[in-house]
């Protein structure tokens, strides 16, 4: 069998890294790049530290407005699948190149699987709320990563095409955070007195006002805030004039994954806006808070471990210095095996047989 993975955007690398290794021996994969992320520290450092080949095809297509860039993404993906013609497409979670691949797939009568299906936010101003629920809806093969979200797609009518095989960022999660010779912790800050903060959503970064009083509250705070700087918050910051390095805040570089890994668990919380951060600090049992009205990882927030602010900014430093957490041995992200399920899933669920 023939599987062909689209990626593009960093959280998806590290989603491939585990289904990669899964494939080996069992499944021929190709691996297309759209090439949505460019940067070194934004794309290679993945393929390298995680150990996944070199994509076979980049199609380089970088940033763009959300149709000019999805548009051109289906433009040129449509004869790379005609070329391979592949058994299965995968398709990874909620981005841009998420929707790329499964329009192609579909317009090429290909059966399209998608790997973290069934997450809804309910905030249709967020473009991956679109992304997710299109995709699902393409799918023939629907991989949820938890039961929640297996609910969702049979609420949604897609109950006999969906399967739970588990979240495969727990695989690689709890892989890099065994690895043997774990790396050193970001310089100038110590063991359990720092916090970890990421803010790169629109909704967040592209009101001036709004970005000021995020990267205001996060200077209030009473530890050193490491703030790696996704491009997008480097851009708007630098084009509105607003200093990121103010108060408690150490802005840095964003962070290879095992940096990541190691910078997560070492820390006393996380703030961010990201999904995958999110989930990262439930995992590592570090507390986390999250800038947004609602999250697509429900368990975090219900099992305790995740805080979410919104509107009343100023209430986020009573939140980041809230009591720890009750302890749970909860695992709603499963039991970091999901990507061997996904391959089981796909040899023995395609729709020719
Ligand atoms: C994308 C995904 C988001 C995911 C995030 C992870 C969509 C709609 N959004 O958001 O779901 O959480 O990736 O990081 O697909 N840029 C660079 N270098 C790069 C990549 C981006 O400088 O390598 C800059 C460009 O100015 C670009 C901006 O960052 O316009 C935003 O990049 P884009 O890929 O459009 O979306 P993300 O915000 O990264």
Redo the contacts with the bound molecule.
């Keep these: 069998m023939r599987v062909l993975s689209v990626v593009?955007?960093?959280?998806q690398f590290v989603k491939l890294a585990p289904i990669s290794t899964a494939m080996q021996g069992r499944i021929e994969h190709i691996v297309v790049h759209t090439g949505?992320?460019?940067?070194e520290l934004?794309?290679d450092v993945f393929f390298r530290d995680l150990g996944i080949p070199a994509p076979d095809v980049n199609l380089a297509i970088?940033?763009?407005k959300?149709g000019e860039?999805t548009g051109a993404m289906i433009r040129d993906l449509e004869p790379v699948f005609e070329r391979f013609a592949p058994d299965w497409v995968l398709a990874y979670?909620?981005?841009?190149?998420?929707l790329a691949a499964a329009v192609t797939a579909v317009k090429l009568h290909q059966p399209l699987a998608h790997l973290e299906a069934g997450l809804r936010s309910f905030n249709r101003r967020m473009?991956?709320e679109h992304?997710r629920v299109l995709t699902d809806h393409a799918a023939d093969l629907c991989l949820a990563p938890t039961q929640g979200a297996l609910e969702r797609l049979a609420v949604e009518g897609l109950g006999d095409r969906s399967v739970l095989v588990g979240d495969v960022m727990t695989d690689v999660l709890y892989s890099t955070r065994d690895a043997a010779g774990a790396p050193s912790l970001p310089d100038g800050v110590n063991a359990g007195e720092y916090y970890v903060s990421t803010i790169?959503?629109?909704d967040n970064t592209d009101s001036p006002e709004r970005l000021a009083a995020i990267v205001a509250q996060l200077a209030s705070l009473d530890r050193p805030v490491l703030l790696l700087v996704?491009?997008?918050l480097?851009?708007i910051a630098a084009q509105s004039g607003l200093e990121l390095a103010q108060g408690s805040i150490r802005p840095i570089a964003p962070l290879p994954y095992p940096q990541l890994v190691a910078a997560v668990q070492g820390s006393a919380g996380v703030i961010t806006d990201?999904?995958?951060l999110q989930k990262e600090a439930f995992l590592l049992r570090v507390p986390c808070t999250t800038i947004r009205s609602e999250t697509e990882w429900v368990e975090t927030v219900a099992l305790g471990w995740n805080v979410l602010v919104d509107e009343n900014l100023g209430e986020l430093a009573a939140a980041v210095r809230r009591p720890a957490p009750h302890p749970t041995d909860e695992q709603p992200y499963g039991d970091g095996r999901a990507a061997a399920r996904v391959v089981d899933a796909l040899l023995t669920l395609h729709p020719g047989r």
């Design positions: 593009g955007a960093r959280p949505q992320h460019y940067d934004m794309s970088g940033s763009g959300h860039q979670g909620d981005t841009n190149s998420t473009p991956e992304n790169h959503r629109p996704h491009p997008r480097a851009g990201s999904g995958g």
